[in-house]
T-cell receptor, first 115, second 112 residues
């Protein structure tokens, strides 16, 4: 079946530090991959996406590259801010005819950025 | 642009009482619609999804039900709430080649 594995948190780092959140997946075919962010008390926001191998998604200083050979989609940001404190979810869409657009989510990684 | 609304934002209900949560989407037509629950912690559990009016699929057995009376309206219901129904309920809509989903602001449900 399809699955997404994320590094466990919380990840605590200082402002302006480099952030990496690892995400690996298991899926048949060529899924679409996503990163979502959830701020406290809010719904999930789509942060970035990639739909094919070697695609790089980017948004708000965050980047992730779809690596088919390592089945990974790691999220990176070069210099984090306190406002980046949130829970980050990696997700995949199987892109099969019977998937009905259902997403497979990872467990989420909490990121805490201190001043 | 598309927007998704959920209400109420928060709800406190006694055990055994009924539940009705509503979700509406604006700015798109014939979206796929989804209900998720997020219990304490962070994981998301898909409860129901719908690909069209009156078409509901359940992902997990429970005392909840869902309905889609209109193209852009999705309702989550229960006849009798359990303590274990407490959580953060999220509605999402999806469409497009990449199947990305867009989430509403959520409803915080506390069953006492």
């Amino acid at each position: 079946g399809n699955s997404v594995t994320q590094m466990e948190g919380p990840v605590t780092l200082s402002e302006e530090a480099f952030l990496t959140i690892n995400c690996t997946y298991t899926a048949t075919g060529y899924p679409s991959l996503f990163w979502y962010v959830q701020y406290p008390g809010e719904g999930l926001q789509l942060l970035l996406k990639a739909t094919k191998a070697d695609d790089k998604g980017s948004n708000k200083g965050f980047e992730a590259t779809y690596r088919k050979e390592t089945t990974s989609f790691h999220l990176e940001k070069g210099s984090v801010q306190v406002s980046d404190s949130a829970v980050y979810f990696c997700a995949l869409a199987p892109m099969t005819t019977d998937s009905w657009g259902k997403l497979q989510f990872g467990a989420g990684t909490q990121v805490v950025v201190t001043p | 642009s598309q927007t998704i609304h959920q209400w109420p934002a928060t709800l406190v209900q006694p055990v055994g009482s009924p539940l009705s949560l509503e979700c509406t989407v604006e700015g798109t037509s014939n979206p796929n619609l989804y209900w998720y629950r997020q219990a304490a912690g962070r994981g998301l559990q898909l409860l129901f999804y719908s690909v069209g009016i009156g078409q509901i699929s359940s992902e997990v057995p429970q005392n909840l039900s869902a309905s889609r009376p209109q193209d852009r309206q999705f309702i989550l219901s229960s006849k009798k709430l359990l303590l274990s129904d407490s959580g953060f309920y999220l509605c999402a809509w999806g469409r497009g080649a990449a199947y990305e989903q867009y989430f509403g602001p959520g409803t915080r449900l506390t069953v006492t």
